[in-house]
């Protein structure tokens, strides 16, 4: 029986990781030039932490966490997202008490959901946690990094930021009662999932796919209309500062986001070129998960972004050119050149640090080496063979360029390559 890997867990071949690694090395230096600070958080947690802070009745906790029991009877959860951890980590640290944080993480996260295209079992976040600050501003500011990050990533016209308010605790009861009321008269005509919501979280029906319970939305009362004050001016302030700084962005009165924390501001941002799978990231405000779990009341707001959606779009998009490993390539024929390959490859990595450079190894035909040389990105490939040997000398061969190919020795070989890659 051949051993396949585990449904919805994805192998990230060589052309594909180089995508991902495009989009975090692009993103990193952002997160950096904004003052955010990198946190390692554990991939397992404590499966309580995830049920008392995504919320029981989510999607998440009731059907898609991959919870065990370990060794010693704990149950124990694969995250299935950052937020909670990392509230759990700066609670546990004391990085909260009293101060302001700016933290970033990467990393993967699991979910038991139906896998399809941009929807896996194991999938890639980078996530921003700031903690301490009650906004607007620090929403904008996280909505400003976001834009600039899908600016250098070249997706700006790709995707779309959509915008919404839950207000507070006490204006979304008063707005859940009216909700359920208004819903509730029309029970028979709401999709199963819906109606089971109606009882358990009637705010996450709003997001419901289902036609027939969108079509019945379109009258439905909504939570930006019952907003309390505060959360109005925060809003109000938010979309000023987006509008100054020429973020645009629509409101979307329907998002609830599938997560119990949040509250205020939430905001995706989304794609139309990724069919179903559509949100690149999502976030929001949670001013009182901190003291959920046990801290002091500390205002906080984040977001994630979804990298294998990203880099979806990254390849769909074709906004890098092919990204190649090697910068120069070695061919040899013969035995005693495939020791000198070896050799001068050497010679070179030590003298030329941050050129990647490939060696050929074992036997081969000359053309079968140059084909891999030039399917491997290298600017060059150098070649030595029984002639080459004799004279001391190396035939060098741009694979980019018009240029013939010569022969030279290894010191004018190195005046060469300084200039091509200086
Ligand atoms: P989320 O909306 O559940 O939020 O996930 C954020 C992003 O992760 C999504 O927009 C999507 O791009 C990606 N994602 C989610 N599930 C999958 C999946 N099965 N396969 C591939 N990509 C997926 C959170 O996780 C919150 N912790 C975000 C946050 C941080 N809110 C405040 N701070």
């Known amino acids: 029986m051949k051993i396949q890997a585990v449904r919805g867990m994805q192998d990230l071949l060589p052309e594909s990781k180089a995508i991902y690694r495009y989009v975090e090395d692009t993103i990193r230096p952002v997160l950096k030039s904004y003052g955010y600070s990198e946190i390692g958080l554990p991939v397992i947690e404590s499966t309580v932490l995830f049920e008392r802070l995504v919320g029981e009745s989510t999607d998440i906790v009731e059907k898609e966490m991959y919870t065990f029991t370990d060794r010693s009877g704990d149950s124990i959860t694969l995250r299935p997202e950052g937020t909670a ?12 008490y009293n101060q302001m944080q700016r933290l970033w993480y990467a990393g993967s996260m699991f979910r038991y959901e139906r896998p399809q295209k941009g929807r896996f079992r194991q999938f890639e976040q980078i996530g921003v946690e700031c903690f301490g600050m009650p906004g607007p501003d620090i929403d904008a500011e996280i909505l400003f990094l976001t834009a600039r990050i899908w600016q250098e990533l070249g997706l700006t016209s790709e995707v779309t930021l959509e915008l919404n308010s839950l207000g507070n605790v006490s204006s979304r009861g008063a707005y859940k009662t009216e909700l359920i009321e208004y819903l509730s008269a029309r029970e028979d ?8 919501r109606l009882q358990t979280n009637p705010l996450r029906i709003l997001d419901s796919k289902d036609a027939g319970t969108q079509a019945i939305l379109k009258e439905a009362p909504l939570l930006i209309d019952h907003l309390d004050d505060e959360s109005k001016r925060d809003f109000d302030g938010l979309r000023e500062l987006l509008e100054r700084a020429q973020v645009p962005y629509v409101i979307n009165p329907l998002i609830v986001r599938g997560l119990d924390y949040y509250n205020k501001t939430v905001f995706e941002w989304t794609t139309a070129s990724l069919g179903a799978q559509g949100t690149v990231c999502g976030g929001g405000r949670y001013d009182t998960l901190v003291e959920e779990l046990g801290g002091r009341p500390t205002p906080a707001v984040g977001f994630a972004i979804g990298l294998d959606r990203v880099a ?20 040899s024929l013969g035995s005693e050149a495939r020791t000198e390959s070896m050799l001068l490859a050497e010679q070179l ?19 079968s ?54």
């Open 85 to 96: 951890g990392c509230v759990r980590s700066a609670q546990q640290n004391g990085l909260i």
């Open 189 to 196: 005509e709401l999709d199963e999932d819906s109606k089971k």
């Open 312 to 331: 979806l779009l990254v390849a769909e998009n074709s906004v890098t050119d092919k990204v190649g490993d090697l910068d120069l390539f070695i061919a």
């Open 349 to 367: 990595r030590r003298n030329f640090v941050g050129l990647n450079i490939g060696v050929h190894c074992g036997d081969g035909k000359l053309k």
């Open 369 to 422: 080496q140059l084909k891999r040389a030039d399917n491997s990105g290298a600017l060059i490939a150098l070649i030595l063979g029984e002639d080459e040997i004799a004279a001391a000398e190396v035939t060098v061969k741009p694979l980019r360029a018009e240029d013939p190919q010569r022969r030279m020795s290894w010191p004018a070989l190195e005046r060469y390559l300084k200039k091509v890659f200086d």
